[in-house]
């Protein structure tokens, strides 16, 4: 009976986990629906007329009455929705009134990029927000600590188009070292475009193993994602020094110390163990902000991903874009919350999923 105890256990806690992500993704779906509703509705109540959009500047009454019967904006409202509801759960958002082609097309387009931009942020959130936070907490009170604490303050503060046109002025323009702006150069992409494979410019330049295209677009990324990544950058100090001090006064940091154990042992692999939880979570946050954050900085960028695309159906009120970028992000943001939640339990045990 001894043996079947552990087994019982360890039962009891992957069907407490499977009932949890039940009940999270339950719950995701009732989200969803409230901000496809509440979405809708308010793009509905924006004046607009997504019909003479689609027929063009010169269209006849005519061909406006039957652009509207095409985009089935004759329906009453609470049919457009439950239609277009249908079209969703059957992979189809739609006609963009602006592009003329499937939606699902241009997210195929755009969300790559934009992804590709917020991956790169959190690396430098994470390479550069992490260390300064843990050297901020291990040498408190001294000029690097300080430093870090205003550097902190400053990427919090400094709005992100200000930040863009410092960078883009000193880098680009001062120094020349960096690109202005654009995904690759011009040159590039009208006499030695690269073949789209998966959307993502440098993993596609790696599969086809041109080097060139994997330099252009990496330095093209360099000033757009560290634009991106300020916010995250202070976020992740702040954090990152504060449960660090706090897990640096524990009893058992005092007895490693008095171990003789090295200082890089203690601070990054006892201290930094137990005080990396939070940060986690802010890193994850960070990351589903981005991906609407980042709208601003792909246009001060020119960067073709979502938010441009976003910016660009806001202006000419496109609807139906506007509600799936929207459900995308969304989805991003409810499944990054469960990830953080799965990843906060298997770390800390303390931590229950119930």
Do not use: C
């Given at each position: 009976m001894q043996?079947?105890?552990?087994?019982?256990?360890?039962?009891?806690?992957?069907?407490?986990?499977?009932?949890?992500?039940?009940?999270r993704l339950l719950l995701?779906?009732?989200?969803?629906?409230?901000?496809?509703?509440?979405?809708?509705?308010?793009?509905?109540?924006?004046?607009?007329?997504?019909?003479?959009l689609w027929a063009g500047p010169r269209a006849r009454p005519d061909q406006i009455e039957a652009a509207r019967t095409k985009l089935g904006l004759d329906l009453p409202l609470y049919q457009q929705y439950f239609l277009y509801v249908g079209q969703v759960l059957r992979g189809d958002f739609g006609i963009s009134v602006l592009t003329h082609m499937p939606i699902v097309n241009d997210l195929k387009r755009y969300l790559p990029a934009t992804l590709e931009l917020v991956f790169f942020s959190m690396f430098f959130t994470a390479t550069i927000g992490v260390p300064l936070g843990v050297l901020s907490a291990a040498?408190?009170?001294?000029?690097?600590?300080?430093?870090?604490?205003?550097?902190?303050?400053i990427c919090v503060s400094v709005p992100v188009?200000?930040?863009?046109?410092?960078?883009?002025?000193?880098?680009?323009?001062?120094?020349?070292?960096?690109?202005?702006?654009?995904?690759?150069?011009?040159?590039?992409?009208?006499?030695?475009?690269?073949?789209?494979?998966?959307?993502?410019?440098?993993?596609?330049?790696?599969?086809?193993?041109?080097?060139?295209?994997?330099?252009e677009a990496l330095v093209h990324s360099i000033l757009p994602s560290l634009t991106l990544a300020s916010y995250g950058i202070g976020l992740t100090i702040r954090m990152t020094r504060a449960n660090?001090?706090?897990?640096?006064?524990?009893?058992?940091?005092?007895?490693?110390?008095?171990?003789?154990?090295?200082?890089?042992?203690?601070?990054?692999?006892?201290?930094?163990?137990?005080?990396?939880?939070?940060?986690?979570?802010?890193?994850?946050?960070?990351?589903?902000?981005?991906?609407?954050?980042?709208?601003?900085v792909e246009i001060m960028f020119l960067w073709p991903g979502l938010g441009t695309y976003l910016f660009n159906a806001v202006r000419v009120i496109d609807f139906r874009v506007v509600i799936s970028v929207t459900l995308v992000v969304t989805v991003f943001y409810v499944l990054t919350n469960l990830a953080l939640d799965l990843l906060q339990a298997a770390i800390d045990p303390r931590v229950s999923l119930e």
């Open positions: 043996s079947v105890g552990p087994y019982l256990s360890l039962r009891g806690t992957i069907l407490g986990r499977i009932q949890y992500i039940v009940r995701a779906i009732l989200v969803l629906v409230g901000v496809s509703v509440v979405t809708f509705i308010i793009a509905r109540l924006v004046p607009s007329n997504p019909a003479h040498r408190k009170d001294s000029w690097l600590d300080h430093f870090s604490r205003v550097f902190a303050v188009f200000w930040l863009a046109l410092i960078l883009q002025m000193i880098f680009a323009r001062q120094l020349g070292v960096l690109p202005l702006g654009g995904r690759v150069s011009r040159d590039i992409a009208v006499f030695s475009p690269l073949d789209p494979i998966t959307g993502f410019y440098l993993l596609d330049a790696l599969l086809s193993r041109s080097w060139l295209h994997f330099r660090m001090v706090e897990v640096l006064e524990e009893n058992y940091i005092t007895a490693a110390w008095a171990a003789g154990l090295s200082r890089r042992t203690v601070y990054f692999q006892l201290a930094l163990k137990n005080a990396i939880v939070p940060t986690l979570i802010v890193l994850g946050l960070t990351f589903v902000w981005s991906l609407t954050g980042a709208m601003l």
